[in-house]
């Protein structure tokens, strides 16, 4: 059987390594060393202007919300996870979809102004598969008009543009840290602000406000994460480069095989570093896009529409006509991509498409 993804496991021997002082300390959670250790090391490594560690990606998407005041109308894309609109409507907020670039993936920042109201408080865009979005117009309009801007960043670990880090911009950046993502803590997320005042409204959201035992400094929830989690984030780490590598040459062997077949890639920024987060392919129409789904299932290798449904369709939203994010959602699919999967995987993968295409 091949998924769609596996997550790279470490040596045992680093993980019980660091598992073994957690056993020592009896001390699981409540902003631990190792979740210290975990925070100094990513902000090091990736040269970001801080790290806070929570539990997973969507609340680091809540958080983000809360802690900028953010209210009323958010303007956002309709081409990502569920997480991106459930975050604002589960805030309170509304979103207002602008529709995507169909080459990038990415939300159109030509359309965006057209979208602003006066109820309209922040701008809150998602980095499609770690492809950044024209950055300089969305910050340019966000200035223009006072908006806060929230990134998306879910899959970016590693990604730069310009020799910067994609998490250093907007107010806040979101990142993902899910077994799913090339780097990994087993379940996990981040925030990335851009200055020492937000994070610490972040450190004591993530923490029920909690300013010391009796005191509170603000509303807060429970968003901490565990010893354990920073272990295996720990333990992954230092295979990044490795995992990058091997990801790279898989993403690459991909575009290679398909090229002539007819499917399109997604259009990367220039200027970039890029993570080879995942492996999208977009085919002529759904039709094709479903039958080569159902072929590739018949061989056991697990493929994934993703992201679908386009998110101005779902049964909680205003419905809105996305037409650029509702046809990218019914051609897309996503190829197994991760580290332990071998060349020759790829090559029967792509074999199997080409035939279904021909």
Not at 40 to 52: A, C, G, I
Not at 288 to 308: G, M, N, T, W
């Amino acid at each position: 059987m091949i998924p769609v993804t596996r997550p790279f496991m470490p040596p045992k021997k680093i993980f019980d390594a660091y598992t073994e002082g957690i056993w020592d300390r009896c001390l699981l959670t409540n902003d631990g060393p190792l979740v210290k250790m975990y925070e100094t090391e990513m902000r090091e490594r990736f040269y970001l202007e801080n790290f806070t560690f929570v539990s997973n990606g969507t609340l680091a998407l809540q958080i983000a919300i809360k802690v900028l005041g953010v209210q009323g109308k958010v303007i956002t894309t309709p081409f990502s996870y569920v997480a991106t609109t459930s975050s604002i409507i589960w805030s309170g907020c509304d979103p207002v979809f602008c529709d995507i670039n169909p080459e990038s993936f990415n939300i159109d920042p030509e359309h965006i102004e057209e979208k602003i109201t006066d109820d309209t408080t922040a701008i809150l865009v998602t980095h499609v598969f770690g492809n950044p979005v024209d950055i300089e117009k969305i910050e340019r309009i966000a200035k223009t008009y006072n908006l806060k801007v929230i990134y998306d960043a879910a899959h970016c670990i590693g990604v730069e543009i310009a020799g910067k880090s994609v998490l250093n911009f907007g107010d806040i950046s979101c990142l993902s840290l899910h077994a799913t993502k090339m780097l990994h803590s087993a379940e996990g997320g981040a925030l990335v602000a851009k200055d020492a005042e937000t994070t610490r409204a972040i450190e004591l959201a993530r923490n029920f406000g909690h300013d010391g035992p009796e005191n509170f400094g603000g509303l807060g929830i429970n968003a901490k994460n565990s010893e354990i989690h920073a272990a295996m984030g720990l333990s992954v780490l230092p295979f990044f480069d490795e995992i990058l590598e091997k990801r790279r040459a898989l993403y690459m062997q991909y575009k290679d095989s398909l090229s002539n077949s007819g499917v399109k890639f997604q259009s990367l920024g220039s200027n970039l570093k890029y993570n080879f987060s995942y492996m999208p392919v977009v085919f002529s129409s759904k039709s094709i896009r479903d039958a080569v789904h159902e072929k590739l299932k018949e061989h056991d290798i697990y493929s994934r529409i993703y992201f679908s449904p386009s998110l101005n369709l779902l049964d909680y939203v205003e419905p809105i006509s996305m037409p650029h994010s509702e046809n990218l959602a019914d051609c897309i699919l996503c190829l197994p991509l991760y580290y332990d999967l071998s060349h020759k995987e790829v090559e029967l993968i792509c074999s199997l498409i080409k035939h279904n295409l021909s």
